[in-house]
């Protein structure tokens, strides 16, 4: 069996504001595995970078408990606490590097707070500046660095500490998407090669396919999903997932899909099926066009996927015998009744 090592059991969050209580956690309960690159998602305002800061207890839980690899956190004192969260380093979506500091000096900082001998922790960050691909910027300031650099930087200063896990709060928010490629490759090598268990928060359904192997969906302060990746992708069951899943906005002409009501599918491809001219096929068969709402393709988990959402016939035999042709051709389809409500498989 595997060993979690970080649990929350029953977790609450509440914070006290001018205008009353506001509850940001709800009974939280989360189990992540050695090893894991656990993803935690969700939109604006969701609660996931609270629900990051309970990890290492940066917030205190109203309710509930937080362990780490089998030690109970919540309710220890100030220096118990701290031991244990130098086994655990976290890299934020602006850095936080220290400005005043070189390259080197950025990455030394947390072995100095260790007590690390000086010409040790040199050695090491030069080692760890390898790791990240920057060497020839060792002596370079932050301000002379680009975002992708920095964050680089980050990571490197993350590693110092010989952390059991890593903690990356929105770690790519801020960077393009060819430098959010080059710093996620970074993490998943980390990850796999250093057996570091990553926690990723982020609000970017694109990250989460390419670095994490298990995620959660968090909405309005609760966890509403959670499984492996592939599995979620393939029958996203929540409303947050799914919106997750098809983001609102004009890249994805997802508006198209609210203006059809009726007989509408999502189809899943897997690797065997991407590529094949099953809706074609289709059409041949049946006799009968679709209307094509929503495509892409992804890779998720490194393997290829491809999902869609299209219109079947308005005569009922018809859109039977298109969803006959496609449970024959190993399609997997999700009849979605409204974009906002209950999926029915």
């Not at 969700?42 to 990890?55: H, M, N, Q, Y």
């Not at 690899?69 to 850095?95: A, C, P, V, W, Y």
């Not at 990571?155 to 790519?172: F, H, Q």
Request: charged share 30%; aromatic share 4%; hydrophobic share 40%.
């Amino acid at each position: 069996m595997a060993e979690h090592i970080i649990s929350l059991q029953g977790v609450t969050k509440e914070f006290e504001t001018k205008n009353g209580k506001v509850t940001a956690l709800k009974d939280i309960n989360l189990d992540i595995e050695k090893g894991d690159a656990y993803g935690i998602i969700g939109l604006s305002g969701a609660g996931k970078s609270t629900l990051v800061r309970t990890i290492n207890l940066l917030e205190e839980p109203t309710q509930g408990k937080v362990l780490f690899d089998g030690h109970q956190l919540t309710g220890l004192k100030s220096r118990e606490l701290n031991l244990h969260r130098r086994k655990i380093s976290m890299i934020f979506q602006q850095f936080n590097l220290l400005m005043q500091r070189n390259t080197l000096a950025n990455i030394c900082f947390p072995m100095e707070i260790a007590k690390v001998p000086k010409k040790e922790a040199l050695a090491k960050a030069q080692d760890l500046l390898k790791v990240v691909d920057l060497e020839d910027r060792a002596h370079s300031y932050p301000s002379q660095l680009s975002g992708g650099q920095k964050q680089r930087v980050a990571i490197a200063r993350a590693l110092a500490s010989d952390p059991e896990v890593i903690l990356c709060d929105e770690a790519t928010s801020a960077l393009d998407p060819k430098t959010t490629r080059s710093i996620l490759g970074i993490l998943k090598q980390i990850n796999e090669e250093r057996g570091i268990t990553l926690v990723v928060i982020t609000h970017e359904m694109e990250v989460i396919k390419q670095l994490c192997t298990k995620v959660a969906v968090i909405e309005n302060g609760e966890i509403v999903e959670s499984g492996e990746v592939s599995e979620i992708f393939a029958n996203p069951k929540s409303r947050a997932a799914r919106k997750l899943f098809f983001p609102d906005d004009e890249r994805t002409e997802i508006p198209s899909i609210r203006t059809a009501n009726r007989n509408r599918l999502r189809l899943v491809f897997d690797e065997k099926t991407a590529n094949e001219p099953v809706i074609s096929r289709m059409v041949l068969e049946t006799g009968a066009p679709v209307n094509l709402l929503y495509a892409n393709m992804d890779v998720v988990e490194d393997e290829q996927k491809g999902q869609m959402v299209i219109q079947l016939s308005e005569e009922p035999d018809i859109a039977e015998k298109q969803k006959r042709f496609l449970r024959r051709e190993g399609i997997q389809i999700i009849e979605l009744s409204d974009f906002n409500g209950e999926v029915t498989e």
